[in-house]
C-alpha cells in the first residue's frame, strides 16, 4: 500500500479482485485521493477506449487508476498506458517526486498466453508486474465463507433494516461446502437471495439448498455458449503454436482446409 509502483492483481472473475485494490488505496498515502476504475473490455473500438482512458487518467490525478480485465485493453490504450507504468516521459525515477497516479491492473486470464498470440504487449506485461498479487477462487479459501457472509448479511440488514440475524449452523455448513463456481460475487448472490426470501431470524439449510441449485444453474454456461468458447480458446492456441501457419493448424486439427476457415470466419 505504501509503494507508488504498479501492481497487477490476478484471480479468477468474481474473486474479490477491485476490492483488494480499494483496500490498497485505502491503506496506503493516496487513500484521500480518487480510486478510479475503468472497464477495459473487447467491445469498443481502439478511440473510444483510449477517450475514455484518457478521462480516466485525468479523474485519477493524484490517487489510484484501476484497470479491470487490463488483458482486454486496446492496442492504442497499451501503448500510452506504458510510459506511465515504466517512468518515461512523465517523470524521473531518480527524483522523489510521486506518480501522478498509482496503476492498479486486474486481469482474469493468463497475460502470457495473450502476449504468445500478440494481443498484450510483453513490455507493458513486465511492468504492471513489478509488484504481483494472487486471489486465490473462493473454494480454496473456505475459511472466508462465514465471515463474508456474516459481512453480506451484515450489509442487507442495514440497507433493510430486516430482521435476519444470520445463517442457521446447517446452512452455514452447506454454504461452506458449497463449490461457489461465480466466486464471491456468487456467495453474495446467494446470501441476498437466502436473506430476503427468508421469513425466520436464522435462514434454514432448505432454503439456502434451494437458492444454491437455482445459482448454479445460472451459472453453468449453455452447452453452444461452452462449446464456442472451446473451439475459439482451441484456434487461439492451435494458431499461436504455428505461428499462424493455417495449413498446418488445419492438419493439426484433422479438418481440411474449407473446415478450417469456415471455424476462423466464425470466431
Known amino acids: 500500500a505504501e509503494s ?3 501492481l ?13 485494490a480499494r483496500v490498497i488505496h485505502g491503506a496506503g498515502p493516496r487513500a484521500r485521493k480518487p480510486f478510479v476504475v475503468m472497464r477495459c473490455g473487447p467491445q469498443a473500438d481502439d478511440a473510444a477506449e483510449d477517450a475514455v482512458f484518457g478521462d480516466a487518467l485525468d479523474a485519477a490525478r ?6 479491470d480485465d487490463v488483458g482486454e485493453l486496446a492496442p492504442s490504450v497499451q501503448t ?3 510510459p506511465l507504468a515504466r517512468e518515461i516521459s512523465l517523470f524521473s525515477a531518480s527524483t522523489a517526486r510521486a506518480r501522478p497516479v498509482r496503476i492498479i491492473a486486474a486481469t482474469s486470464q493468463a497475460l502470457d498466453n495473450a502476449i504468445r498470440a500478440g494481443q498484450f504487449r510483453a513490455d507493458l506485461f513486465y511492468s504492471l508486474n513489478q509488484t504481483a498479487l494472487t486471489v486465490p477462487p473462493l473454494a480454496e479459501r473456505r475459511d472466508d465463507i ?19 440475524h444470520g445463517f442457521a449452523p446447517d ?3 452447506m454454504l461452506q461446502e458449497a463449490s461457489f463456481p461465480g466466486n464471491v460475487r456468487q456467495l453474495r448472490n446467494v446470501v441476498e437471495q437466502a436473506i430476503g426470501q427468508t421469513v ?8 439456502v439448498r434451494r437458492v444454491l441449485r437455482e445459482e448454479n444453474e445460472r451459472e453453468m454456461a449453455a452447452f453452444d455458449d461452452a462449446r464456442r468458447a472451446f473451439e475459439y480458446d482451441y484456434l487461439v492456441e492451435l494458431l499461436t503454436n504455428t505461428a499462424g501457419n493455417v495449413a498446418q493448424a488445419a492438419r493439426i486439427a484433422q479438418r481440411n482446409r474449407t473446415e478450417f476457415y469456415k471455424l476462423l470466419a466464425r470466431h
Do not use: M, N, Q, Y
Not at 8 to 20: D, V
Not at 62 to 67: E, I, K, P
Not at 146 to 164: C, M, Q, S
Open 62 to 67: 493524484g490517487g489510484t487508476l484501476f484497470l
Open 146 to 164: 462465514p465471515p463474508l457472509a456474516a459481512h453480506f448479511a451484515g450489509r442487507w440488514a442495514e440497507r433493510t433494516r430486516g430482521a435476519v
Open 8 to 20: 497487477l492483481i490476478s484471480g479468477p472473475r468474481g474473486s474479490g479482485k477491485e476490492a483488494l
Open 171 to 173: 446452512a452455514l455448513t
Open 80 to 82: 500510452r498506458l506504458l
Open 4 to 6: 507508488d509502483d504498479p
Open 200 to 207: 425466520t431470524p436464522l435462514v434454514p439449510a432448505s432454503l
